[in-house]
């Protein structure tokens, strides 16, 4: 089975930063596409960023400029570095991860797997 493991969220001022990390593991042949997404309480989870395996990446716009999502696959984590921080970004952000291993049935495929979130709340 798989694990996705966030952390580094955290209390900050706006303005400021926070890197958080999401490490995957468990049985794992690869990773195809590594998304953060965020959810506000009383909203709907979005996407904030995704990266695939190959490095391409996009952002919501409201946090171009700002975010940079990025992949080390031989460690199987990703990172979401996070600057300029606005009150506005406050929400639980969670890893999601399309994974190719073991199904734990015998069989190999791709499954989706979520984190369990990481809050990020920012001050005015």
């Known amino acids: 089975q798989v694990q996705l493991v966030e952390s580094g969220g955290g209390l900050v001022q706006a303005g400021g930063s926070l890197r958080l990390s999401c490490a995957a593991s468990?049985?794992?042949?690869?990773?195809?596409?590594m998304n953060w997404y965020r959810q506000a309480p009383g909203k709907q989870r979005e996407l904030v960023a995704g990266i695939t395996r190959t490095y391409g990446t996009n952002y919501a716009d409201s946090v171009k400029g700002r975010f940079t999502i990025s992949r080390d696959n031989a460690k199987n984590t990703v990172y979401l570095q996070m600057n300029s921080l606005k009150p506005e970004d406050t929400a639980v952000y969670y890893c999601n991860a399309d994974v190719l291993g073991s199904d734990g049935r015998g069989s190999v495929r791709y499954q989706n797997y979520w984190g369990q979130g990481t809050q990020v709340t920012v001050s005015s």
């Open positions: 468990g049985s794992i042949f690869s990773i195809n596409a």
